[in-house]
């Protein structure tokens, strides 16, 4: 007989609430009650899923920082039971509260026995440990402490205005600390020198007490970086003298500031576009190792972090466009830049290279072809010196088959989806994601209209299409082993992309291709699939979380083998996963696999 | 009319007595040790010698949590209609043709929690018909030990000064007062549960230091 108090509070708590009402009454049998009083401590070492039912509970970190609160429908332990490792947190009873425990044998019941119960937890899992890491990272949070450098460059306030020039070029500093008495009595800046010094005419044994500034406005060590922003524009000043417990500990200056703040993508695909020459280029690509150091460092999730890479791949070839157009002369016509593959779909890597071409409002022929045979000549060197390497396939807007009007490209789409060759099905994967980089966005869409209307329902050509996407497997044995494979330096591993990105993909473009929808970005792609009801919502999500997790564990890969001083590669060995990651990752390619067998079904029936 | 205790079977004698030869735990026990079971019975009427008992439900509490696998519901055969009294238990007739008889209830109860201090709300009423069904089924009843979470309610509203208004002792009162989540009422399990809930919030809200038995019994009387 079940207690409805907690069967019905189980149905409306997730992931709970996807159990039927059997399930659900199983479940609560496995659990007990428990009331804590507030101001009473949480036992965290016991092997047990807390469901929090009434109350609020602190949750704090070893260094007592208030991670987060604990209220009605949340939980705590699943770390543990999911990992077998014990947190140093403490958890707090902050008001009176109910609490229900489930053993972590009815834990692990429940998760082998419903998939979704699982994921709900390793996701919880994963964001929790967002959570921590996004502490001291965090933009926002930057503290004058994490900027400013113990450096004390100081002068007393009866030397002379010559010695604190001398002194501001001898440290290589842009102002002096005025110190008395281990004091701070005021500031003194270069700008002040110009004006009030040298404008003024004054003598160069003027005395710094004269024409500095007094009593200047100071911040705090432990102050934000952000309020030393706002004083400096409040005040108009670019320096701020740093005091930790009153006593003088550095300056800080409008440029720290800006260095703290560089990292930021848009800094440097604004300065991509600031660059009118070849070094200003390759200045800003050099960056670019740095900014998805960065980006990693700041945990900022794989796909967003492709994104942005795609981004300043498309304003450096929008650079180096618009420097061949001023070396060249004005375009004797419209045309488009396009990308292929995973540009198009917002999806590159570290280690991408090029895949792009010209679509034409002329013929490429005469003047018009040797024009725009300069121009990609001029861009696809470019990006090769940028690290955007060459296509090893030529898939590249300097090769003259990949330069062609409007109607060229028609026809060689047409041919592709009529003729499936194996060569044409091989190409279909990279060029039927594109995506104008440059130019005319009409006569883009004109193109991408021409290929939408021949793909959609094309039963024969998307049969091949599927036909060979399920050429890749996912790499799972039997007994559901991973299965290894070596690539050129005879290094075993798993292929994230040959053998799970890229089927998920090839998925994506085959249901949308079969639709009509014109999304390119893979996630963007499933998202809409479900919305357009062509694939199951459920499917779509397990795609997409299948999707997340193979290209955060590739980004993380490429990381760790840069860091290392290796090249960035997509074969990761199983052996250094953790006993959680195994087990997700084989979830991922088993979703793989159903997703596979699905297309298989859909458009690979006998015509 | 109480043709369902005709002829007792003449073994239920050893029932109580093995219920009795576990003895309940010592007034020094910490209430950390002590087994409880919160009970409630619907009934069809007040008055223990001419009403009878329509179904029970139980919920153990060990260690102080709340054993929810150990939850029961039973619905008690009864010879005469339900009547007028269903209304307040949603129990019908029908339902109570499958239950069980009320001897077999009472000896699953005394078979399977000995040394359980019984709980219940107002439970003066619940061990009148429990000791007088006892009797009619096994001849003799055992003395049960109950706290009261009415009387225990009662002691610490006392205690704080406050004023009591009518009702204010119904265990839907008490639930509100302790933020406990609401019971649906007269369903004896979610009733039991429900005093559950409150006898932990109530042991919780006089001390942090750990209680004796003994100390709780005295908030009880």
């Not at chain 1, 965090?138 to 007393?156: E, G, Y």
């Not at chain 1, 929008?318 to 375009?331: D, F, M, Y």
């Not at chain 1, 999707?547 to 290392?564: E, P, T």
Request: glycine share 4%; hydrophobic share 40%.
């Amino acid at each position: 007989m079940e207690v409805t108090e907690v069967t019905s509070f189980l149905a409306q708590t997730t992931p709970f609430d996807q159990l039927d009402a059997d399930q659900r009454q199983a479940l609560a049998r496995q659990m007990s009650v428990y009331y804590f009083r507030a101001g009473e401590e949480v036992n965290t070492a016991s092997q047990r899923l807390m469901i929090v039912r009434t109350g609020v509970f602190s949750l704090y970190s070893d260094q007592q920082q208030l991670l987060t609160k604990l209220q009605t429908g949340d939980f705590y332990g699943y770390q543990q039971l999911l990992t077998e490792l014990h947190d140093k947190d403490t958890l707090l009873c902050e008001e009176d509260g109910l609490v229900y425990w489930l053993p972590a044998e009815g834990f692990d019941h429940f998760r082998y026995q419903f998939k979704n119960i699982d994921l709900f937890f390793q996701r919880l899992f994963s964001r929790r440990l967002h959570q921590y890491k996004a502490q001291s990272t965090d933009r926002f949070t930057l503290k004058i402490s994490d900027v400013a450098k113990a450096r004390k460059v100081s002068i007393p306030p009866d030397a002379t205005v010559q010695e604190a020039a001398s002194m501001m070029s001898k440290q290589r500093v842009s102002s002096l600390l005025v110190e008395h008495d281990n004091k701070l009595v005021g500031i003194i800046t270069d700008r002040d020198l110009r004006s009030r010094v040298v404008a003024e005419a004054l003598p160069a044994n003027t005395l710094v007490t004269e024409v500095m500034t007094e009593r200047p406005e100071t911040i705090d060590l432990h102050a934000y970086l952000f309020e030393a922003v706002q004083l400096m524009s409040q005040h108009n000043i670019h320096h701020l003298p740093v005091l930790r417990d009153e006593h003088i500990f550095g300056m800080i200056t409008a440029t720290d500031v800006i260095r703290a703040q560089q990292d930021h993508p848009v800094y440097l695909i604004g300065e991509i576009h600031r660059q009118h020459t070849e070094e200003g280029i390759l200045q800003c690509a050099s960056q670019i190792e740095h900014l998805s150091r960065s980006l990693s460092s700041q945990q900022v999730p794989a796909h967003e972090a492709s994104h942005v890479l795609t981004t300043v791949t498309d304003a450096l070839t929008q650079s180096w466009i618009k420097l061949a157009i001023a070396e060249l002369g004005p375009p004797p016509c419209v045309f488009s830049w396009l990308g292929f593959g995973s540009q198009a779909r917002m999806e590159q890597g570290l280690n991408a290279d090029q895949d792009n071409a010209l679509l034409l409002e002329k013929e490429p022929e005469g003047a018009v072809g040797q024009y725009f045979e300069q121009l990609a000549k001029i861009v696809c060197d470019g990006l090769n010196q940028c690290g955007i390497v060459y296509c090893p396939g030529n898939i590249m807007a300097s090769n003259p088959e990949l330069r062609l009007s409007l109607k060229g490209w028609s026809k060689q789409f047409g041919r592709w989806i009529q003729t499936p060759t194996p060569d044409a099905l091989l190409k279909s994967s990279i060029f039927f994601d594109l995506r104008p980089i440059y130019g005319s966005k009409s006569l883009f869409n004109a193109l991408k209209q021409d290929i939408l209307a021949r793909t959609v329902d094309r039963a024969v050509f998307l049969y091949h299409l599927s036909h060979n996407a399920l050429k890749g497997s996912p790499p799972l044995g039997f007994f559901k082993t991973f299965t290894l494979e070596r690539d050129g330096k005879q290094k075993k591993g798993l292929d994230l992309k040959k053998r799970g990105l890229i089927l998920i993909t090839d998925i994506a473009r085959i249901y949308s291709l079969s639709k009509g929808i014109p999304a390119i970005n893979t996630r963007q792609r499933l998202i809409q699939l479900a919305q357009h009801k062509v694939m199951d919502p459920k499917d779509s999500q397990n795609l997409l979380d299948a999707f997340d997790v193979l290209a955060q564990l590739r980004w993380d890969k490429h990381q760790h083998d840069i860091s290392q001083g290796h090249e960035a590669s997509n074969l990761l060995d199983p052996a250094v996963l953790s006993g959680l990651q195994r087990h997700q990752l084989k979830d991922v390619f088993e979703v793989i696999n159903q997703a596979q067998s699905h297309l298989k079904y859909r458009f690979c029936r006998e015509l | 009319m109480f043709g369902w205790f005709k002829n007792p079977p003449m073994p239920m004698n050893d029932i109580v007595r093995q219920y009795e030869a576990i003895s309940p735990p010592s007034p020094k026990t910490k209430l950390r040790d002590v087994n409880f079971l919160a009970l409630d019975l619907e009934l069809t009427g007040l008055d223990a010698k001419q009403d009878h008992i329509v179904s029970a439900g139980w919920v153990p509490i060990r260690q102080q949590e709340i054993i929810l696998g150990e939850s029961a519901h039973y619905l008690v055969k009864s010879p005469i209609g339900v009547g007028q009294s269903a209304v307040f238990h949603g129990v019908h007739d029908h339902q109570l043709l499958q239950g069980m008889e009320l001897c077999e209830l009472l000896q699953l109860l005394l078979e399977s929690y000995p040394g359980y201090i019984l709980v219940a709300h107002h439970a003066v009423m619940d061990l009148a018909f429990l000791t007088m069904a006892c009797q009619r089924c096994f001849g003799r009843s055992p003395k049960f030990n109950a706290i009261d979470t009415m009387r225990v309610e009662w002691q610490r509203l006392q205690r704080k000064g406050t004023v009591l208004t009518q009702n204010a002792l119904r265990l839907p009162n008490c639930l509100e007062r302790h933020h406990l989540p609401e019971a649906p009422q007269h369903h004896a399990l979610a009733d039991a549960f429900a005093c559950a809930q409150l006898l932990i919030s109530q042991i919780r809200q006089y001390s942090n230091a750990e209680m004796t038995l003994a100390e709780l019994q005295a908030l009880s009387r």
